[in-house]
Nanobody, 121 residues
Framework: QVQLVESGGGLVETGGSLRLSCAASGRTFTLYKMAWFRQAPGKEREFVANIGRSGGGITYADSVQGRFTISSNNALTTVYLQMNSLKPEDTAIYYC??????????????WGQGTQVAVSS
């Protein structure tokens, strides 16, 4: 089992920046891929970005491409999401998610509790 804790959320003006962090603990030797998702009120959960071990396999959603940067240590036990040029539509709860060796190929089997990001207009 892997436990995930997000931090770094807050309130920022349009055009500002935030850096989210995710700390993984427990059976971290099984980590294969880490991701960030977000969910705005009344909307479905949305994929933001993911990253593999040693920084490989990085993918971004089109909506954040060029503005957000995901990074991690090699073991995926510490993951960051640097968010620049923030827009009001980025307002959401941001979740850290982990795919372990036990997960199905396209599934994330560990989730954090989320951290709130609010971008004022």
């Amino acid at each position: 089992q892997v436990q995930l804790v997000e931090s770094g959320g807050g309130l920022v003006e349009t055009g500002g920046s935030l850096r989210l962090s995710c700390a993984a603990s427990g059976r971290t030797f099984t980590l294969y891929k880490m991701a960030w998702f977000r969910q705005a009120p009344g909307k479905e959960r949305e994929f933001v970005a993911n990253i593999g071990r040693s920084g490989g396999g990085i993918t971004y959603a089109d909506s954040v491409q060029g503005r957000f940067t995901i990074s991690s240590n090699n073991a995926l036990t510490t993951v960051y999401l640097q968010m620049n040029s923030l827009k009001p539509e980025d307002t959401a709860i941001y979740y850290c998610a982990a795919r372990t060796m036990a997960a199905l190929s396209n599934q994330y089997d560990s989730w954090g509790q989320g951290t709130q990001v609010a971008v004022s207009s």
